[in-house]
């Protein structure tokens, strides 16, 4: 069985900083890529950045400069740096795993994690 289990997150003034973390289990961790999602009430789930099995990464420009995504293999566990926080960063941050091309989405998620940036 899967498992996404998020942990970080919280409540941080603008400008400060937070990590999220995703532990994954029951799946070959190494052989997927995964990313990092946000949602806002009444807002679609949006990707924040992704990176591959090879550690390409890619992020959407609002977080460029300011969020690093990684991943640790041997901890099989996903990581997003978040530095330089705004208030528009507020959302719930979801992790994902293993792209789906028949179903255009990741086929595993984590179960949210709030993220809440006060100016």
């Known amino acids: 069985q899967v498992q996404l289990v998020q942990s970080g997150g919280g409540s941080v003034q603008a400008g400060g900083s937070l990590t999220l973390s995703c532990a994954a289990s029951g799946y070959l961790f190494s052989s997927c890529g995964m990313g990092w999602y946000r949602q806002v009430p009444g807002k679609e789930r949006d990707l924040v950045s992704r990176i591959s099995r090879d550690g390409t990464t890619t992020y959407i420009d609002s977080v460029k400069g300011r969020f690093t995504i990684s991943r640790n293999n041997a901890k099989k566990t996903l990581y997003l740096q978040m530095n330089s926080l705004r208030t528009e960063d507020t959302a719930v941050y979801y992790c994902a795993a ?6 255009n989405t990741y086929n595993h ?3 949210g994690t709030q993220v809440t940036v006060s100016s």
């Open 98 to 103: 293993c792209w789906s091309r028949s179903r």
């Open 109 to 111: 998620w984590g179960q």
